[in-house]
């Protein structure tokens, strides 16, 4: 961080209409989809992951992309994303008007087989297409690296081939890399160490970290990951979310928790909390069961008199 004093302004992106409903078994009807961004627009996020544009076959939920994408009232503060696969996908998210791809790939192999049914270097070379694509464009990409702190298929993954892969998106000028723990197998320790690494290499890059909760780390890793210089993070309203393609995923960090949090340590989330939690009842309501979040139930704790 060269000495400077480090931004209190954390950016958090939303995850839950991508990476938490392509887990759930029940379809949500479009038109609930629409209604819950529209009112996730007015909350303060700097970005809402809208939906993906990968195989309806394979992910049934989502194939509404661009239905969706058609029927949101777009907040100019926000940025709205979407998650893309394949150069079939890029085409599909720009005639959405998409303001930003996300692509996505696995550090582990077995992981991108199973997910994206491609080996990683067959994955990097459509990826690089789509990222001309974008640049034509004037699209601007973050690439997500799955499975960056582990893999419930591979086991454990080295940082340093993270770090390959990373030099290598970074080479094709992507604005951002997304250091995620798909299956949740991050602890504070090994996330300060990458974090801080990949901060380092590319301070021209957006670094995000996006932290699934699978074993109860998903805050502790927020907290290490601030401490490395990270200062931005995708999170998933009331903790919805996990991959289909990794055996025992679960929910993201929860939205609401990580900004209670950072409000309560003096970060700058600008985030409306009471609105998030509004919006997570009505998350409740529309998957029509308990969802993770802990905050919901117990609600914020009192702002203290003298901060
Ligand atoms: N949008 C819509 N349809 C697509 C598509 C896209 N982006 N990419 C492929 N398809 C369709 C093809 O048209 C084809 O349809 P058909 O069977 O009617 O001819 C079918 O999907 C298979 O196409 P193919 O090129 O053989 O792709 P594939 O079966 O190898 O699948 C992916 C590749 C990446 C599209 C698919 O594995 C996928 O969407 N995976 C899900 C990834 C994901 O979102 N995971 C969770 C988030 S990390
Ligand atoms: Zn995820």
Redesign the pocket.
Known sequence: MNGATPTRRVHIAEVVTR?GF?SEAQFIPTADKIALIDRMSRAGYAAIEVS????????PMLADADTVFAGISRNPAVEYLA?V??L??AE?ALAARTDAFNL?MSISEAHNQA????SREQSFAQLQEVIALAAAHQTPVNVSL?TSFGCSLAGWVDPDEVMRWAIRFADLGVRGISLCD?TGMADPAAVEALCARAVAAFPQLQITAHFHNTRGMGLANVVTALQAGIRHFDASLGGLGG???APGATGNICTEELVHMLDLMGYDTGMDLPLLLESAALLERLVGRTIPSQLLRAGPVPVRASA
Do not use: E
């Open positions: 990476d392509q993906s544009f990968t195989s309806p076959k394979a992910i998650l696969p394949n079939r996908g599909r996505v997910n994206l049914r491609m799955s798909t991959c289909p393609y």
